[in-house]
């Protein structure tokens, strides 16, 4: 498995970072701790299910892969940014799951995560980095905006989740398949709904053929951004929309995986997207899909 930047020609001049551009709630603080005791009651949930602890979201995993991240030699400067600043390899390890903090049947249906961990990574930590360990994480979902626009909105989707943690599972079978059929309507009409989506209502396709966005703007050396990996050998672009094998497994998704991998490698493009309009581009509203087409020619 391997994975590749790749740059392009810039359209128009990436916008620099400066502190004005983030703007906090007046009770962003008290979100932040909402969000804190949501994911702890999930994890609390899910520990005494399971005896054991699990992540809050994306507990279920559905494949480990090792492989490469091989940075290009030719970025322009704006792209040329920290871990990316120069040409080199790194191994790097993807995690593949999907976003409920407990263990359910593949048969409901949500959104796909994906981890990437970069290893062996040199330069300047953040301030506040205490592990003193030498890796980059990136962490994206197979959908190209946040599905709430600020964490306050996000708090009240996620004390939903937390109130419905492990229970009911064959409501929430029932439900999915439901949401699929909505989720089909919507998509036959040109158009798509995140929140369907996170509800259950995810197609049931190979988790290998999508591509996967940090959906979430970031800092990016001197400019902002957001980072898609996007599947570019023959082997993933088959897969794309094609039907899960093995449907009613409820580990179809990670035998998927499995099957795959013992038979292909794979090869995908680390792409970032620069800021270059605040006002179609903000920073504090995750909801929004960045335009392509004001990044690149």
């Known amino acids: 498995m391997s994975i590749h930047s790749s740059a392009a020609s810039l359209k128009n001049n990436p916008v620099l970072f400066h502190p004005g551009v983030e703007q906090a709630a007046e009770d962003e603080a008290e979100t932040i701790q909402g969000l804190i ?17 699990l992540r809050s979201v994306h507990a279920k995993s559905h494949g480990l892969v090792k492989g490469e991240l091989c940075i290009a030699d030719n970025l322009p400067e704006p792209l040329a940014q920290g871990l ?36 062996n990574v040199t330069g300047e930590l953040l301030p506040d980095r205490t592990d003193h360990l030498s890796s980059q994480d990136f962490l994206m979902v197979d959908g190209p905006a946040f599905l709430a626009p600020d964490p306050k909105s996000f708090l009240a989707s996620l004390k939903l989740l937390a109130l419905t943690t492990n229970k009911a599972e064959g409501f929430k079978q029932a439900l999915s398949a439901a949401l699929r059929g909505t989720e089909r309507a919507i998509e036959a009409m040109g158009s798509e709904s ?32 957001k980072l898609s990996l996007v599947p570019v050998s023959a082997e993933l672009l088959v897969l794309k929309q094609q039907p899960l094998e093995e449907p ?28 270059t309009n605040l006002e179609s581009m903000p920073i504090e509203d995750a909801s929004v899909v960045w335009s392509e087409d004001e990044s690149l020619i």
């Not at 099957?259 to 792409?271: I, P, V």
């Open 37 to 53: 005791a949501a994911l702890r009651q999930i994890s609390e949930t899910t520990a005494e299910d399971y005896h054991h602890g």
């Open 84 to 119: 990316f600043s120069r040409a080199a390899t790194y191994p790097v390890v993807l995690r593949f799951s999907t976003s409920p903090g407990d263990l359910l049947s593949d048969r409901v249906s949500t959104p796909r995560g994906l981890a990437i961990k970069v290893l």
């Open 194 to 225: 995140a929140t369907v989506k996170s509800l259950g209502g995810h197609p049931m396709h190979h988790l290998l053929g999508e591509t996967y966005f940090t959906q979430v703007p970031m800092r990016y050396g001197k400019y902002m951004a």
């Open 248 to 275: 009613e497994n409820p580990d179809a998704i990670r035998q998927s995986v499995v099957n795959f991998f013992s038979q292909h490698s794979a090869r995908w493009e680390l792409r970032v997207q620069l800021c």
